[in-house]
């Protein structure tokens, strides 16, 4: 049987832990088998029943008695930038963009460590540790790629993002949390937007929503959105 056939795949549950999101929660998670390739076609399949990435493994939350991470996806083709875009957009037009063999580099590992100490020195990737860089953010597939974006010649983002065959899956940005009147962030996926609309691929994958965790909260501006509800991709109206 080919290996893309769901029938074949085998899955792996973790026991409980603490859920990265929501605090005083315990968290299960499904992962496909490492011994399984993640070919960009399975990879494409996966996607869409709401499976992510995280460094080599695929992966969805497989809590049994909570459904709050909720996977998303921006509607490429129908997506327009309202002001608050288009101002963003416009400031950063002096950025370049590049696409690299590898962000295992002393430049990156430093940038991404100002970045989780200044926004996330509350989360479980602080604190920034190489070995964790290379295998979360330096991992691939065969689908991955990786993009700087420099500020003269001085590199201020990075993106780790998967090509599929139906859509882009934005799997990490991290960036200068110097330059908050930059809106990086936001930029970035604006960005990747635009990759997709130019490879003709109609969504953007945004990972999980929450709707009761503010650091999720902004994948919403991105409209319109779909959510996967059930085994359906419904618009978030």
């Known amino acids: ?38 070919t960009t076609r399975l990879y494409s399949r996966l996607i869409t029943a709401g499976f992510r990435r995280s460094g080599e493994h695929l992966y969805r939350p497989g809590c049994e008695h909570c ?18 875009f288009a101002r963003i957009w416009k400031r950063n037009a002096d950025i370049q963009s590049a696409q690299i ?16 100490n200044g926004r ?34 001085r590199p201020v983002a990075l993106c780790v993002l998967d090509e599929l065959d139906h859509g882009l899956s934005a799997m990490y940005t991290f960036f200068d949390p110097t330059l908050a009147q930059r809106s990086l962030g936001t930029w970035v996926i604006l960005w990747q937007i635009e990759k997709a609309r130019r490879l003709h691929l109609p969504c953007l994958y945004l990972g999980y929503w929450i709707r009761d965790c503010d650091k999720m909260r902004y994948k919403t501006d991105f409209r319109p959105l779909e959510l996967l509800i059930g085994k359906q991709w419904l618009l978030l109206t």
Request: hydrophobic residues 35%; proline residues 8%.
């Open 1 to 38: 049987m080919a290996s893309e056939d769901f029938q074949t795949l085998r899955f792996f549950q973790t026991g409980e832990h603490a859920c990265s999101y929501l605090p005083e929660r315990q968290a299960r998670t499904v992962f496909l088998d490492p011994e399984q390739p993640a």
């Open 120 to 153: 996330h020195a509350d989360g479980d990737m602080y604190p920034p540790d190489l070995q964790q860089y290379r295998a979360f953010i330096a991992a691939q597939t065969p689908s991955t790629q990786f993009h700087v974006f420099t500020l003269q010649e």
């Open 67 to 84: 459904d709050a991470c909720i996977a998303c996806r921006v509607r490429v083709r129908d997506f327009t930038r309202n002001k608050r």
């Open 101 to 116: 063999s590898s962000p295992d580099t002393p430049e990156l590992f430093e940038l991404y460590s100002r970045y989780i």
